[in-house]
């Protein structure tokens, strides 16, 4: 069952603000996008005019998610008749988000408007570099991280924008999907994979995966989708039809990493997700493929410490 995505579209919204989270999240297959706005038609940062947007409603349905992109000129833009209609729409959100009925995901300056709206008050936030005095000035009552990709605070999110809103739109489809799905659209858009402040957990199954080597791609899609099983490394290189040798090779080549540590990094990946759902140290340990609890704390001290 495909989510429902709505883009609240302003005059002057940043075209990648809009379009490349859009684009992300189309990609998958898995949402269905609507653009909603005061107005029928509004022109974008580039000249682009959309048109045939839909009114605000006054409900959407649970699980919905609701985008707020940034604008070009904040100072002005959020100073419309417009602007002001989307925030006072906005305040009509705030049960439903806070409820976790609605996600609200703001990209660059759009968490300035959700922030004049009173929906950040008392959650972790972020924005663009340029952004982020007013929305402390602004916002007072609003967490403000600095130096953020993006943060997740309960059912809100917040980006640094621009291509940023591609990595939360990213996060989005591995939270909602799986991290297989995520890798699927990123190979296909050809994006650098970075690190959310407040997501550790992103990293393990997307930071090795900027590069465009197949091989390299089929044997990682390989252990990934069983990260569990005791891999050797003549196994995952038959799967990936090359040679042992080759794949070492190509790892330490393209990612730096042995194949043996990348697997590694998976199933600690594993085992911290199973920790975080109520699993004791030995348990996770055992359901990410370790042979113990002790094993993983091994493997754990020898990450920290790298």
Request: aromatic share 6%.
């Amino acid at each position: 069952m495909q989510r429902d995505v709505f883009f609240v579209t302003l005059p002057g919204a940043l075209a990648l603000d809009l379009t490349g989270p859009a684009e992300t999240l189309r990609l998958s297959g898995q949402f269905r996008l609507h653009y909603i706005s005061p107005l029928q038609e509004v022109e974008l940062t580039t000249g682009l005019v959309v048109s045939r947007l839909k009114p605000l409603p006054d409900d959407m349905p649970d699980g919905s998610i609701l985008v707020v992109p940034g604008v070009s000129n904040s100072q002005t833009q959020f100073d419309t008749p417009p602007a002001q209609a989307v925030r006072d729409w906005l305040k009509t959100q705030k049960t439903a988000i806070e409820g976790a009925r609605l996600q609200l995901v703001c990209i660059c300056s759009g968490s300035l408007l959700a922030g004049m709206a009173g929906l950040l008050d008392g959650y972790q936030c972020t924005s663009h570099h340029e952004v982020i005095p007013r929305l402390r000035q602004q916002v007072p009552a609003a967490l403000v991280k600095d130096n953020r990709i993006f943060v997740e605070d309960r059912s809100i999110l917040t980006s640094a924008g621009i291509t940023a809103g591609i990595d939360l739109a990213l996060y989005l489809i591995t939270r909602h999907h799986g991290p297989q799905a995520a890798l699927d659209v990123a190979r296909e858009m050809v994006v650098y994979f970075r690190r959310g402040g407040e997501d550790p957990q992103l990293s393990p199954w997307l930071q090795h995966r900027n590069h465009l080597h197949p091989a390299i791609h089929r044997a990682q899609n390989v252990i990934s989708a069983d990260p569990e099983s005791a891999w050797q490394v003549e196994d995952i290189a038959a799967k990936a039809h090359i040679s042992s040798r080759h794949l070492t090779r190509l790892f330490r080549q393209y990612l730096g990493i042995s194949v043996r540590d990348y697997h590694e990094q998976l199933r600690i990946a594993v085992a911290r997700q199973r920790m975080q759902q109520g699993f004791g140290l030995e348990k996770a340990a055992l359901a990410a493929g370790f042979s113990s609890g002790r094993q993983l704390r091994r493997a754990l001290q020898r990450w920290q410490q790298s």
